[in-house]
Every structure is written in C-alpha cells, then in structure tokens.
C-alpha cells in the first residue's frame, strides 16, 4: 500500500520519455495539416453556399420589382379597354383618358409609355401623344411580316391581353407591348360577342432599365444579366453587365404571359482571391487551436488521474451528503413534531377562542415549515434516483375527502370559491400509490390557492375505461384556478428547481420553488406527465392522466353533496376508539416528545409508559408486557434500531414478540423497508398524525381491548347563537352575512371585529408613514393586508378599494395612490372609530381603578420623551409609555397620549416632536 499524499503518485505518473513527446508533436503537427486541408475546403464551400444564398435573395427582390411595376403599367391598359367596351366603340374620351393613364403611370412607376393606342379593327385610328406617333395612325396590327405584331394576332384569337418582350420600334428606340382585345356585345338578341379591335400600350424599354435601375447591382460588387426566353428554350439578354457566366445564380419568373429570367454572380466569381485567402488565415487559427489542443492531450494522461481521485472523492461527498439529510431530516422534523403536537392538544382542550385563534395560526405557520422541509427532503430524494413508488390499495373518496379537507381551509381564508367535479360513476377502490398521487394533487391545488386572489379553484376527477385493460381506468385530474396566470416566456421556469415566477411580484407568496418540479418528477415515475394551459392575467389550468387498477367498481356516488352535508356540522375532534386496558410503551429522548405522545391518546383512555433512552426502555420492558412498543429511530448512545435488536435477543423478556413501531422524523426514501428488514412491524413519521396513529394502534391491539366508537357517540354539539349588539347593525361599512360566513360564527365575528378596531389606527399610521417616505413596495404589502383583513370581517367595499390600490402599487402606478389613499385611510380609520365600543369598554374599565396622572408628572414625562428622541433612544421611550400606562390620563390628553404611543412604535422622530410641541 502506498504512503504519503496520493498527489505524489499522480506527479511521477506524468513524467513523459523525450521519444513520447516528439511523437506526440510530429502527430500535432501532421493533424494540424489535415485539419487545415479539410478546413480549407469546409470553411470555403460555406462561404461560397452564403453568397449564392445572398445572391438568390436579391435576385428573387428584383423579379418582384419587375413584375410589379409592369402590372402597374398593364392594369391601365386593362382600364383603359374597359371604358371603350362599356361605351360600346365610342371612342370620343380617348384623349382625356390616355393623357391621365400616361400620366399617372409616370408618377406611379417612373415608366414612360411610347404610346397608347387604339386599333378598330387592328388598324390604329389613334395614337396618344399623338405628335411623335402620328406615324402610326393606319399601322396595321396583324400584319405578322412586322416585328411585335404576333402578339396583336394572339390576343385576337386568344381573348385576352397579350405582352411582347422587347422589339424594335418603326418610330425608333426599343419597346415592349400589350395589346389587349376589345370586345363588345350586340344589343340585337341572338347575337354573339364580336371582336371590336385592340387596346395597346408600348413601354419605353431603356427608360424601364432605368426605373428598375439594375445598374444599382454594381455597386454592390454584382454582376447581372436580364434575359427572355424564346419558345425553343433559348434565351435572348435584354440588358447586362459583365460577361455572360453559366454558374450565375438564376431566377426564372412569369411577366403576364412571358418567361424572364434573372441571373446574378459576384464581379470576382465564386471563388475569389481575397476569399481564399481570408479562408486560409482562419484555419491558419483554427490550426493553431487545434495544435494547442493536441498538446493539452499529452496532460489529459494527469487529468485522468486527478479525475479519479476527485470520482472517489465526491462518492464520499455523496455518501456524506445522504448522512447529513438523514440527520437534518430527524433534527428539524423532531422539534416540529413536538410543536405541532403540542398545539393540538391546545386546540383540543381550550375553550378560549383567542387562545384557539393563536394555536390556528401556530399550526399554519408549523404546516407550512413542515412543507418547505419537505419539499427539500423529496427533491434530494429524486435528485438522488431513490424516491420510489409503492402502490397500495385504497378507497378514492378517502383520497378526495383528504385533498378537500385540505385545501378548504386555505380557500375559505381567502375568500375564493371551490368548485368540486367528481364523476360520480368513477370506482371507488384502486390500487396505486395513494400518497404520491396527494402530494401531486396538494402541491397543485396549493399552487392555484396561492397565486389566485379571487374568484375560484375548480377541482375536477373524471375517468375513463382502458379497453385492453379490464382492470384499468385512466383517472383524469385537472385543478383550475383564475388567479394570476403565467406568461408564455415564463413557462420554461415553472418546472425549474429553486426558481419562482414573477419573484418580484410574488415575493410575498412563501414556498421554495420546488413543488412544481417535485410534481412533474413524481408524475413521471408514475408514467404520466403534466400539462398546462395558462392565459397570463386570467388564469391557469393544470392537468395529467394516471392509468390505475380497479380492485372493485363500486361507484363513487355523489360527493359533493356528501361534502357539504359533512361541512354543515362542524365537529370537533373526537377519538376513534377507546382501550382503557390497554398498554403501551413509548420511547424517545425528547421529553416534549413524550408528552406529545401521551397527550394524543389521552381520549382514547390508552395507558402510557414513557422512557427517555433506549436503556430505560429495555428495563421497562423487561418488567411490564406492552401491547405495542413505540421505539424513537435516533436517539443517543444507542437508537431505536439497535434497542429493537436487543429486545428480539432476549429470550426471557415479555415482550420478545410484542408488536414494534418505529418512530421517525426520517424522510429519506428506502426508510420503510429499512425499519422492516430491521424487524420493526411498521413504522410512523413524525410529526405523528393523530388519525393514523389511532388507525395504526386499531390495527395492532388486541380486539378484545378496543371499544369502537359509534356516529352518535361523535356527534358534534352545537354553539350556542352569539347575540350581536344592534348598533353594529347600523355601521354600512360592515357586511354582517359575509363577515359571519368568513368568521365562521358569532363570538369569532365579534373577535375578530375589535381586533380590527384595535389596530386600526396603528396601522393606518403605519401606511401613511410608508407612503410619506414613497416607499412604494412597503405600501403596497401593507394595503395588501389592509384588504384581507377588511374581506375577513365584511368591509367587503373597504376591501375593494384597497385591492385597486394594492394592484396600481404592484404596477408602479404613484399616481393612483396619490389620488386615492387618503381617501382609504379615511374610511378606514372612520370604520376603527365606529367599531371602538367593541375595544373601549374593557379599557375604560380598568383605567377607573387607576390613580390619575398630575399635570406635573405627564409634563416630565413629555420633557423624557422628547430628550429621548433627541438622543435616538427608542428603549427609554418605550420605558416612558410603561409609565404613563400605570396611570389614568386625563380626558384632554388621551388623544395626544395615543398619537405619541403611535409615533414612538414607529419611531418617527419628527411625528413625536409635532406632537409635543
């Protein structure tokens, strides 16, 4: 075995013989020559295929130019043959008509006309201009012996407008002709159309040159040639530069009833000098990189080496990596198990309703923790390749009553509707992984409550029969939202680990950026994928389909009705069974823990022994048989596993064979079958859900201990109706029928308003420092809440208005707030006053049994506060409120007093001095 640094093993590997080295330089050398040579040819034939691209370009551009400004020139011709047809040969207009068309061509295209002229007959009566074409008039147009007359002939026997290509004209110069036929129909019934002559127009050739302007071709280092083609195939070149060249590129095109065609080549040719060698000098470079490279290769001998050594090296990272998530896993999870389960036993044995409102609040706050651990956890587990799927069999309105129960309470503290569409004919009992399916479908739902503001969330399952499966359905789930949608540019990030959408806008919105990918994940492993409609500003729709097997067909029925039924009677927490004599023994380092534990089963009259280590544990059982023995994974000097290898070993203690739990707060994938193969009989995560606790403890202790507990035993009982006070009544801000279905009842309506009333003129204080500081984004959280709080007691206008304003603030719109904010704050603060009997009374009352303040003494303390502020002296101030609240203020300066308490919270030096002034 080698000593020492391994790095030293690694050098003497890389001292290379003098010979290795010249032969890797001559086969640099003698590849950079083929590399060049292929090169050469590769780089040149690109170049060459981009001109003849940008050659093509231009040449198609110019047919375009050519046969629109011809059409230009024919459709007059065409205007100009229906106006001697609709006059039925009355050619009394010519004239007039032939200047404008002239004219107007000329402004239009450039073109000038030779002529315009009409043919009765084929013979010219005539002639526009007329005094240098008068020689026309008499020129027959089907004389075939003269040059360009064929056309006339064609469009006689044709019917229609026929065009020449270039020809000599008899009164000099080169043009090209249409001649189009002019038919007029008899009056006399029975007659047949009759050929009354022609209508022609000749184009000044050269000056069409001109107006094309060709020549511009030139100057962008081109050379061109325009040509016709004769019937034959040949071709005839009507005007040029530069020699004629058989690999020009070419364009052929239709001008009416003719074939053109266009060809374009560089001056230089395709294969230029200058092009050569700009090629040349590249892979000149390029050879040079490709040297360098070959020469690194001698290295890659040493990098290889190191490669290894960083392979073995990050497989121990790796390894280090799994332990560390293990123990994080079990470090967070265990004191949150031990909070939420604390608060439960709050919520279930505290009748104070302000007391309940805070454990509400706590076990929010410890969900939503717990679901950001979570998300990390799976995503480790994935990016890991061992998150798995483990079907099982189980009952889908179990599944939808789970996700609805869910998500009810996050809907119904924002005030959006849920909508439930369940196909009633769907089966009840399937087999698959139930738990990965309500990840899925929470995170989706979850997703839709967070970035929807109001309006609904529809929850659709519908399904549909496989029809070579018997045994299989497709459940189809889709979760619709109108919140906020997502921009086509964003939907690239919403599968993106540790990335969020908008994260500006959405910022205060928590979560970690990785449910959506963890979804797609996990829907790939069960053979699906996810879909996503989304219209930015209206709303998303996301949606998959899972293949699951039918165990029975039983259908599911109606649910929603179902739902509401079990929704109208609020009950409150009530235990499955109960076992008085029975006995269990529960383990775990954490005292928290313990009484957690004890306190979950304390309806269920289940006796409860407690042990603090795995050694107290293992004497316990040694003494005392238990029903189940629940065994905390990891605890100190010896954890849950290896106390279960010790008890299994002792062939004399009582409950060698007992029924085993493991307790975990280990959310590493593979965990349950490493509690079986180690002989545990299941296990259960913490935080530990009470349901599944009971559930687990029914299935494993003896029948004879349980007393099941029947529907009458769990009936709820009712509240008694909360009397409001009738002055409520008459306060128009407030919507007492949508306050009370918010508030969910009387006595949390009225809470919730002198909550409202409480802090409504700190908060408005609060705003309005914000904004005199034009710190838009703190503005803009703080109306925020402003609205939610406003929804949540009825001040459903209030409500609106502060929606408007928290919308132009999120879009930068000053001006808005500017215009409307104080209007807001007014009536917010006009609302906290009328709802001042609520919180004043109890005040009122304990001020009585207070000694009233001396002028002398309220003057000192103002003179404290004012060096205070001076001084920056938050703490000292605070102190000096203190004071004054041992006394009873006299009537004139409770105002001041509770103006100066606002200021001083929010340290608002300058309010506290005005104030004191």
């Known amino acids: 075995m080698k000593s020492g640094n391994p790095l030293t093993s690694i050098d003497s590997d890389l001292v290379w013989g003098r010979g290795k080295r010249m032969t890797a330089v001559t086969v640099s050398i003698v590849f950079s020559l083929v590399v060049m040579l292929a090169g050469y040819f590769y780089f040149l034939d690109k170049d060459i295929q981009q001109e003849r691209e940008r050659c093509g370009f231009i040449a198609e551009n110019e047919a375009e130019h050519i046969v629109m400004t011809i059409d230009c020139v024919m459709t007059r011709t065409r ?6 047809q609709g006059h039925k040969g009355n050619t009394d207009f010519f004239s007039g008509i032939a200047s404008i068309i002239y004219h107007d061509v000329q402004r239009d295209t450039g073109v000038t006309l030779k002529n315009i002229a009409l043919a009765p007959n084929g013979i010219v009566s005539e002639v526009y201009p007329y005094v240098v074409n008068k020689s026309l008039i008499g020129f027959n147009f089907l004389d075939t012996s003269l040059e360009g007359n064929q056309a006339a002939l064609d469009a006689y026997e044709q019917g229609h407008t026929i065009l020449t290509n270039p020809f000599k004209l008899m009164q000099g110069g080169t043009g090209m002709a249409g001649r189009a036929p002019v038919l007029i129909e008899q009056m006399e019934q029975g007659d047949r159309q009759k050929l009354w002559g022609l209508v022609t127009v000749t184009i000044d050739f050269e000056n069409l040159i001109k107006v094309l302007k060709l020549d511009n071709l030139i100057g962008m280092g081109m050379d061109y040639q325009l040509s016709y083609l004769n019937k034959d195939g040949s071709t005839h070149v009507m005007h040029a530069h530069g020699p004629k060249r058989s690999d020009a590129v070419r364009k052929r095109f239709l001008v009416k009833n003719l074939t053109w065609e266009i060809a374009i080549i560089p001056h230089k040719g395709w294969y230029s000098v200058e092009r050569c060698v700009a090629i040349i000098v590249i892979i000149c470079i390029l050879s040079a990189f490709v040297g360098s490279f070959i020469s690194m290769l001698i290295k890659l001998h040493s990098t290889n080496i190191m490669l290894r050594r960083q392979s073995e090296l990050a497989a121990a990272a ?3 990596k799994s332990s560390f998530l293990s123990n994080m896993s079990h470090e967070i999870r265990t004191p949150i198990n031990a909070v939420l389960g604390m608060n439960e036993m709050i919520l279930r044995e505290s009748g104070e309703q302000n007391v309940i409102d805070y454990s509400e609040n706590i076990r929010t706050a410890g969900n939503t923790l ?15 390749g061992k998150m798995e799927i483990l079907p099982v069999d189980y009952d889908i309105s179990s599944l939808i009553n789970d996700l609805v129960n869910m998500i009810q309470a996050r809907i119904d503290k924002k005030g959006l509707s849920l909508k439930l569409e369940f196909d009633e004919e769907m089966p009840k009992v399937l087999h698959g992984d139930e738990v990965r399916i309500k990840q899925v479908v929470t995170n989706i739902l979850t997703n839709a409550v967070k970035y929807t503001e109001k309006g609904s969330v529809t929850f659709h399952i519908g399904y549909e029969r496989i029809a070579d499966d018997p045994e299989g359905v497709y459940l189809d789930f889709s979760i619709s939202d109108t919140g906020i949608g997502i921009k086509p540019e964003d939907m690239t990030k919403l599968f993106s680990e540790f990335e969020r959408i908008e994260e500006k806008r959405n910022r205060s919105i928590e979560g970690t950026g990785l449910g959506m990918n963890i979804t797609k994940r996990l829907l790939e492993m069960m053979g699906t994928s996810l879909k996503v409609e989304s219209i930015y500003g209206e709303g998303s729709t996301f949606s998959f389909r899972l293949r699951q097997k039918v165990l029975k067909w039983e259908a599911l029925g109606n649910y929603e009705a179902s739902y509401r039924t079990a929704r109208s009677k609020r009950q409150k927490y009530r235990e499955k069974f109960t076992a008085p004599d029975a006995i269990v023994l529960m383990v775990d380092d954490t005292p928290m823990n313990l009484t957690v534990f004890k306190s979950l089963l304390k309806q269920t009259k289940v006796q409860v022994d407690t042990a603090e280590s795995a050694n107290e544990g293992l004497a316990l059982t040694r003494k005392k048989k238990y029903d189940i023995v629940f065994l905390d994974h990891m605890m100190p000097e010896k954890d849950g596993i290896d106390a279960l290898h010790e008890l299994r070993e002792e062939d004399d203690n009582p409950n060698l064979h007992t029924t085993a739990i493991c307790l975990t707060a280990n959310a590493i994938s593979g965990a349950r079958e490493q509690y079986l193969a180690e002989g545990f009989d299941d296990y259960l995560t913490k935080p530990i859900d009470v349901d599944k606790l009971e559930e687990m403890m029914m299935r494993y202790l003896p029948e004879e201990k349980i007393i099941t507990q029947t529907a009458d035993d769990n009936a709820a009982e009712e509240e008694p109706p909360v009397e409001l006070p009738d002055w409520l009544r008459d306060i128009s801000e407030i919507d007492i029928d949508s306050g009370l279905q918010h508030c969910g009842g009387g006595e949390n309506f009225l809470d919730m308003l002198k909550i409202y009333g409480e802090n409504t003129a700190e908060n408005a204080d609060g705003i309005e420092n914000f904004w005199r500081a034009r710190d838009l984004a703190n503005t803009t959280i703080k109306v925020h809440a402003l609205k939610s709080t406003s929804r949540a007691v009825g001040a459903e206008a209030l409500g609106a208005l502060a929606e408007k304003l928290e919308f132009a603030g999120k879009a930068g719109d000053e001006a808005a707030l500017d215009a409307e904010l104080s209007g807001l704050l007014e009536r917010y ?75 001083i919270e929010n340290f608002n030096r300058s309010r506290i001095n005005e104030i004191l002034s």
């Open 318 to 320: 790796s390894e280090a």
């Open 79 to 84: 205007t100009l043959t229906a106006l001697v």
């Open 370 to 384: 717990l679901g950001l651990v979570n998300d990390i956890l799976d995503f480790s587990k994935i990016e890991a």
């Open 829 to 903: 603060r006009a609302l906290g006053a009328a709802l001042s009997p609520l919180y004043t009374q109890e005040k009122k009352a304990d001020e009585e049994d207070l000694p009233l303040i001396s002028d002398d003494e309220l003057r000192e303390t103002y003179d404290s506060i004012r060096d205070f502020a001076a001084n920056f002296d938050s703490d000292s101030m605070a102190y000096a409120l203190e004071y004054l609240d041992g006394f009873r203020i006299p009537e004139g300066e409770k105002e001041r007093v509770e103006q100066l308490r606002h200021a």
